[in-house]
């Protein structure tokens, strides 16, 4: 459905995009993951037609993004980071009038069924103004969906919005693979790892890694982190039992607890739990620490570098 | 077909929104006192100028024409709505026509509405019809440049208010511009400038009943390259 190769966008100097080629298959949703300033959004504009590459192309159901603009654009269902939306309209009627510009004559059916299918039927002729952010976010979905569109490409979609709002956001996404080819992005690892079915890591411009979540955390995770609280020991005598078990690298106060860094693929919490009840202190919190996008980006940057041999 | 569509929404927007309400009431409000006004004179001074309500407008229109415009580019800009419309299968020229006659046919609406004053004028003394027709082509005509130039600038920024300040500044210019003969010393120079000067294209021609090919390609002109200009600006917002 989407098929890019050796997409690059220069601004000067600064290489925003740098030859990324890709591709998403029908039915499948594949997360753009990566930090700010990456070039996630630059590659989703340059596919929405919204720019032109400096280099390299992309076809989108066939139709090249430069030749054939229009028609990969009519194939594209495109929500922004920023949800556009015009005030002073109602739902229906922004609806209704992003059909139409997407070349869909009697919008009224589409209307109807992309409101209830976001669930926003019900405040069809409500001013965008009121809507608060969660439905405006449905908003911005909803337009991406009324022409039915062949690929969906959504830009950050849970940015902004609180955590019950973003679950229905990861599910809808989740839905959407159903019918559409889905590529979306996002900075939330976890979200990556829910949500699709394939991720490609982008950093500076560049894709460094590709697979399936679950696979990619395990390959790139510089091991894993727990939480760990005690109850009846001074700090000293605490961090001293902790660094005594075996697989532990590190034990770092935090609060009125410590983060241990242990192993890859070492399960320290049994050994934890049976030291502190030996000793006859109490444990009071134990819990996994998920390791942050930034953590796996820098083992990925440095095993990059060491590769080279910098 | 774009065109059409982006039209109708800024046709609808137009009579959805209190502010376009207040501009048209204060332009009919406005023409309304200086029409009273012009009956009274009518009455002892001199006969009513048929022309007396586009002639008002020609200098009025400085001010309403970028309140109508300031909102249709520099909006979409700053809502974010732009970068989806330019990921539309329709073209950048579809988009500012659109917005460009969904102004204009606002403004005709209005327009139109001040008509009324004519039909008054004519109930009560003889009146010169050719003439208050040919000063309404005119002002149509006048008002489409006007508009041309407020999207023109509203296209430039994504502050309404600049926009606006902007337009405004250069109307007043080409107001003035009826003006040169006063401040140059030349009289070719002076005739020049004062042909390539909105008003110099409409007080001594239409307003005075005169409907000339010259002045209709100038306001059409006017339009035409202020659109074409306004299309590449629109356009630039995908090298950014």
Redesign the interface.
């Known amino acids: 459905m989407i098929e890019a190769e050796g997409l690059t966008k220069r601004y000067g100097k600064l290489v925003a995009v740098d030859h990324v080629s890709f591709s998403v298959q029908p039915g499948e949703i594949v997360g753009l993951l990566g930090p700010n300033g990456a070039g996630k959004t630059t590659t989703m504009?340059m596919l929405?037609?919204?720019?032109?590459p400096s280099e390299g192309t992309a076809r989108v159901v066939g139709h090249d993004i430069i030749e054939d603009s229009?028609?990969a654009?009519?194939a594209?269902g495109?929500m922004?980071e920023?949800?556009?939306?015009?005030?002073?309209?109602t739902v229906r009627?922004y609806i209704a009038?992003?059909a139409?510009?997407?070349?869909i004559r009697r919008p009224a059916g589409h209307v109807e069924a992309v409101l209830k299918r976001v669930d926003l039927y019900d405040r069809r002729d409500t001013l965008i103004r009121q809507l608060s952010k969660g439905m405006r976010q449905r908003l911005g979905l909803a337009?991406a969906l009324v022409h039915e569109p062949e690929v969906v490409i959504l830009d950050e979609p849970t940015i902004g919005i609180d955590p019950q709002q973003v679950i229905e956001v990861r599910e809808s996404v989740r839905e959407l693979g159903r019918k559409h080819a889905v590529l979306f992005s996002t900075h939330i690892l976890t979200e990556a790892e829910q949500v699709c079915d394939r991720v490609l890591i982008i950093n500076k411009g560049h894709i460094v890694a590709e697979g399936d979540p679950g696979e990619l955390r395990q390959q790139l995770e510089p091991g894993t982190q727990l939480y760990v609280v005690i109850g009846g020991a001074s700090a000293d005598q605490a961090a001293a039992l902790l660094s005594a078990i075996p697989g532990v690298i590190s034990v770092e106060v935090q609060g009125e607890g410590f983060n241990v860094s242990t192993q890859a693929g070492t399960d320290i919490r049994g050994a934890v739990f049976a030291q502190v009840s030996a000793a006859g202190y109490s444990l009071l919190e134990i819990r996994a620490v998920a390791s942050t996008l930034e953590d796996i980006f820098l083992n990925l940057v440095s095993r990059d570098s060491q590769a080279e041999g910098v | 077909m774009g065109t059409w569509i982006v039209l109708r929404r800024e046709l609808s927007q137009y009579f959805t929104s209190l502010f376009a309400y207040v501009i048209a009431f204060a332009i009919l409000l406005l023409t309304g006192i200086l029409f009273n006004r012009e009956l009274t004179v009518s009455m002892t001074v001199r006969p009513a100028n048929p022309a007396l309500v586009p002639s008002v407008l020609s200098f009025m229109l400085i001010f309403f024409a970028p309140l109508l415009t300031m909102r249709l580019f520099a909006e979409e800009k700053r809502e974010g709505t732009l970068e989806l419309l330019l990921t539309a299968p329709v073209q950048e020229s579809g988009i500012v026509f659109g917005k460009f006659l969904g102004a204009w046919s606002y403004y005709t609406i209005v327009l139109l509405l001040t008509f009324t004053y004519q039909f008054i004028l004519a109930s009560i003394t003889p009146t010169d019809i050719g003439h208050a027709f040919s000063a309404y082509i005119g002002i149509w005509l006048y008002g489409g440049a006007m508009l041309a130039i407020g999207i023109f600038f509203s296209a430039l920024t994504e502050n309404q208010i600049v926009a606006s300040f902007l337009s405004m500044i250069t109307l007043l210019i080409l107001w003035l511009g009826d003006q040169a003969g006063l401040l140059i010393a030349n009289i070719e120079v002076a005739r020049f400038v004062r042909n390539l000067s909105l008003q110099g294209n409409f007080s001594t021609s239409f307003a005075a009943g005169l409907v000339r090919g010259e002045d209709i390609a100038f306001f059409a002109g006017v339009i035409i390259v202020m659109l074409y200009v306004t299309i590449h600006v629109v356009e630039s917002n995908r090298w950014r």
């Open positions: 504009r929405t037609g919204f720019m032109p229009m028609a654009r009519r594209i495109y922004p920023r949800i556009p939306i015009y005030p002073d309209m009627g009038f992003w139409r510009l997407r070349g337009q």
